[in-house]
Every structure is written in C-alpha cells, then in structure tokens.
C-alpha cells in the first residue's frame, strides 16, 4: 500500500496570534516546543532554522514567511540517508478566532518516499501529536 503523501492538524489555541506566532518564529518559541532546543539564523525564505531532538540536529529550510499568518519549511526524512535531497514540507497558517487563534498543518512530500520508509509518515503522524500537544502546554506555561 502506499504511503499516504499528507498529514492534517487543525488547533484551537486560547492564545493571540502573536504569541503564537512568536511560538513558531523565534527560538525561544520553537524550543519550547518543536524537540528540545532551537535556533534560527535568519528568518527569511532560504534562511535555516536548527532543532534538536535528544541530541540530534535537524535542519529545517524555510520557504515562506508571511507574518504573522503563514510559515512554510521543508525538512529531512527520517529513514533517509544524510544529504538525501528528498524533504518533506510543512506550512502552518494560523488565523484569529474570536479571541484566540486556529492554528492548520499540512506535511506533505511523504508519497515520494519508497514503501519501506513508511515508518518516516507513521512517525511523524505520531511526532506532530507529541510536538503539537507541547505547543499547548508552551502556550499555556505548562510543561
């Protein structure tokens, strides 16, 4: 069978789109977050932004910024070996809602992937449950 090419995540935050969206454009924001620890080195398209997960760096590509509304990156899949040119690709639009904000994901890129790699999609369906609840509690001020 093959491997899905889309994951979908709609959020209601009870937060305004400015914090959110400096949760998912500074590296304080994203640290909280999006792995353990983050740092951005300039956030314009073809700027990098750099997360770390137990460790492990991950470079992320962005490809659009649209304060305060749309963020659009690609990175590396899991399974995949390093300068492997294939990424998958993450946009995050966020909108007000009343007083708070609805926050959409869409990761596509997954149906270039071979079917032996189907763990690299079941993972990240999982990783961005984990990463989006995190947002959450960031948002929050809980841990």
């Known amino acids: 069978m093959p491997?899905?090419?889309r994951i979908e995540r709609t959020l209601d935050l009870a937060h305004p789109i400015e914090k959110v969206w400096a949760?998912?454009?500074t590296a304080d924001g994203l640290g909280g977050w999006l792995g353990d620890k983050a740092e951005i080195d300039d956030l314009r398209p073809g700027g990098r932004i750099r997360v770390c997960w137990d460790g492990t760096w991950s470079v992320l590509r962005i490809e659009t910024v649209e304060p305060p509304r749309r963020l659009c990156f690609t990175?590396?899949?899991d399974g995949l070996p390093p300068g492997d040119?294939?990424?998958t690709h993450?946009?995050?639009v966020i909108r007000p809602v009343?007083?708070?904000t609805r926050l959409s994901l869409t990761e596509t890129g997954f149906a270039q992937l071979p079917d032996e790699l189907s763990a690299a999609y079941q993972g990240n369906?999982?990783?961005w449950r984990k990463e989006l609840d995190k947002l959450v509690r960031h948002?929050?001020?809980r841990r």
């Open 85 to 87: 040119p294939r990424r």
């Open 125 to 127: 369906v999982e990783g």
């Open 23 to 25: 949760a998912l454009t």
């Open 3 to 5: 491997i899905p090419d």
């Open 98 to 100: 009343g007083d708070g």
């Open 75 to 77: 990175w590396p899949v």
């Open 90 to 92: 993450v946009e995050i």
């Open 139 to 141: 948002l929050d001020g």
